[in-house]
């Protein structure tokens, strides 16, 4: 009998890619909602067990490399760790599987923190911050990066021609633009018709449907 992987996670963008690569790939799984806004993450049982960072999403996979459990954390980590295990959107070919984690990098290193600080900013911290220099400096670059993307789009349905792990990483993101921080008109997202569309084309998909409900606020 196959053990469910233990997902620990909230429905943020970063936690909507775990649980909706793992509806894609079919693999069991159980969830644990981790309450962040009370602090579960920072507990001792969950900095021991689960993630030393204190951040979700984070996994525990009872039955890991030689069968031993293994835990797993930062979200492009466990989105590679599942491909592997399940052999499902990771190509085998070695150009098109480079080019994959290129554009996974990407999100995780530019994507994410970019368009999280500019939330921050934009909607979450006007109380503590009335200057216009941060919401000016992130905007500028979330632009440039929704401009990187809509170039990789022209011409083609996914970031690297086929649906990947690189694709579930990103479109949470641009997505939390619109309903996480309610930017879409501020941000003019329409102006980038090739991300609107591909976003469109993951978020319809059922696996991103049922995954985007887990643990949801």
């Known amino acids: 009998m196959i053990q469910p992987i233990q997902l620990y996670t909230v429905a ?6 775990v649980s909706i690569a793992l509806e894609a790939m079919g693999l069991p799984y159980e969830a644990h909602c981790v ?5 579960e993450q920072f507990t001792e049982e969950f900095v021991t067990k689960v993630n030393p ?4 999403p984070a996994i525990i996979d009872p039955d890991g490399p030689d069968g031993a459990e293994h835990r797993v954390f930062e979200s492009g980590a466990i989105l590679m760790y599942l ?7 990771l190509s085998r070919d070695p150009a098109k599987r480079s080019e994959t984690i290129q554009w996974l990098f990407f999100q995780n290193a530019g994507v994410g ?3 999280g600080q500019f939330g921050h900013f934009y909607k979450f911290g006007k109380d503590n911050c009335d200057h216009p220099y941060p919401v000016e400096r992130y905007t500028k670059e979330v632009k440039r990066l929704l401009g990187v993307l809509e170039q990789q789009l022209e011409g083609q349905e996914y970031l690297v021609g086929e649906y990947s792990i ?9 997505g939390c633009l619109d309903w996480g921080y309610e930017a879409k008109e501020f941000l003019g997202l329409n102006e980038y018709p090739n991300v609107m569309a591909w976003h469109e084309r993951n978020a319809d998909k059922p696996a991103s449907k049922k995954g985007a409900e887990v643990c949801g606020f």
């Open 35 to 39: 309450d962040i806004g009370a602090g």
């Open 166 to 174: 690189a694709d579930i990483s990103t479109f949470p993101w641009v």
């Open 12 to 17: 943020t963008p970063n936690g909507r890619k």
């Open 113 to 115: 923190p970019m368009f």
């Open 53 to 56: 960072n204190s951040k979700i």
């Open 83 to 89: 491909a592997e295990k399940s052999g499902q959107l």
